[in-house]
């Protein structure tokens, strides 16, 4: 069984410019979460999807970032117009729906660097 | 609000050394607790968890047993190996179906 994919794995973009990161969840996960590591900091929730539905967003920075969630399958990510701060990785993972003891499935993660 | 603390890092140690490493959390109530690692240019994987008050979760030779007495879920190795050089990141969550909160990493570095 595929785990979670991200694409892309690595991006290097200039400052105001656009950047769009996708993840493919588990088949079968309802629950999909954006999460982002800057600089060697703590990982930071930035939403969560169940579904097509976006049930917690309380964690995405602004509003250069914004997110979807096709037909409750892949998730996009697009960072417009980036910064520099923005330089970090972005993880997504999926899990099943049902208790807090669920496993939540990582993946590589996108690795953004902004110059 | 809720959140995780770990000890910070990085903690250098020889093979075969004994490992701690401490993480406290503050939340009103029982949350399930969690270790991830991240192995150098990997993603995150589960490592081990636990759902309840006393439970130990164990996997690889690690282990962490749920205090709520002292709200911690400290991870300990027996015996180090290179291989477990990673960052190691404790984390808890609450409802059905909601996020992970992450403490700051604790970066593990082995030597032989």
């Known amino acids: 069984e595929a785990g979670v994919t991200q694409f892309p794995s690595h991006s290097v973009i200039e400052k105001g410019q656009t950047v769009t990161l996708r993840c493919d969840p588990i088949?079968?996960?309802?629950?999909l979460y954006w999460y982002r590591r800057v600089m060697g900091k703590e990982i930071k929730f930035l939403l969560h999807?169940?579904?097509?539905?976006?049930?917690?967003e309380s964690g995405m920075p602004n509003n250069r970032f914004l997110a979807e969630r096709t037909g409750g399958t892949y998730s996009t990510l697009k960072v417009q117009p980036a910064e520099l701060e923005d330089s970090g990785v972005y993880f997504c993972?999926?899990?099943?729906?049902?208790?807090?003891?669920?496993?939540?499935?990582f993946g590589e993660g996108s690795w953004l660097t902004v110059v | 609000g809720d959140s995780v603390t770990q000890m910070e890092g990085p903690v250098t140690l020889s093979e075969e050394a004994f490992l701690t490493i401490n993480c406290t959390y503050t939340?009103?109530?029982?949350?399930?607790l969690f270790w991830y690692v991240q192995y150098p240019g990997e993603g995150l994987q589960l490592l081990l968890k636990a759902t309840k008050a006393d439970d130990k979760g164990s996997n690889k030779g690690f282990e962490a047993t749920y205090r709520k007495e002292t709200t911690s879920f400290h991870l300990e190795k027996g015996s180090v190996q290179v291989s477990d050089s990673a960052v190691y990141f404790c984390a808890l969550r609450w409802n059905q179906g909601g996020k992970l909160i992450f403490g700051q990493g604790t970066e593990l570095s082995v030597k032989p």
């Open positions: 088949s079968g996960h309802d629950n």
């Open positions: 999807f169940v579904k097509e539905s976006k049930q917690d």
């Open positions: 939340a009103t109530g029982y949350p399930s």
């Open positions: 993972a999926s899990s099943v729906q049902g208790g807090s003891g669920n496993t939540i499935y």
